[in-house]
């Protein structure tokens, strides 16, 4: 099964748990191929909402540079050539803000697409 970090399980994975419900939270845990503390989590979520989906995800991160993003955009087309660390340097001196390297690149990254 491939599942990553961060990722609610298969909505089929879900129906197979819920339609065990007879039977022993380890015994189905193995047969389906999740840990046994993931089985009484979607049977409970089914008792006290009624759903069989996924809770939302709650860990997104709001971006540092996120109020940013046009101000460094425009930047970014009028100062084609600039670096990396100019923008970091421009960042720091003109607003304050303190990013890595990284961060600054992504926030460019996902400007400019």
Do not use: F
């Not at 609610?8 to 994975?13: E, K, P, R, V």
């Not at 409970?44 to 996120?66: A, C, D, S």
């Not at 084609?80 to 990284?102: L, M, N, Q, T, Y």
């Amino acid at each position: 099964m491939s599942w990553r970090r961060g990722r609610a399980y298969g909505q089929d994975l879900r129906d197979r748990l819920l339609a065990a419900l007879v039977e022993p939270i380890r015994a189905v845990a193995a047969r389906v191929g999740v840990s046994p503390s993931y089985v009484p989590k979607v049977r409970t979520r089914l008792r006290k909402i009624g759903e069989t989906t996924p809770v939302p995800p709650r860990n997104h991160v709001v971006p540092r540079l996120g109020p940013l993003c046009d101000v460094l955009q425009a930047r970014a087309a009028a100062h084609a050539d600039a670096k990396i660390a100019e923008s970091r340097v421009w960042a720091a001196s003109e607003r304050g803000i303190a990013v890595s390297h990284p961060a600054m690149w992504k926030t460019l990254a996902q400007s400019s697409a």
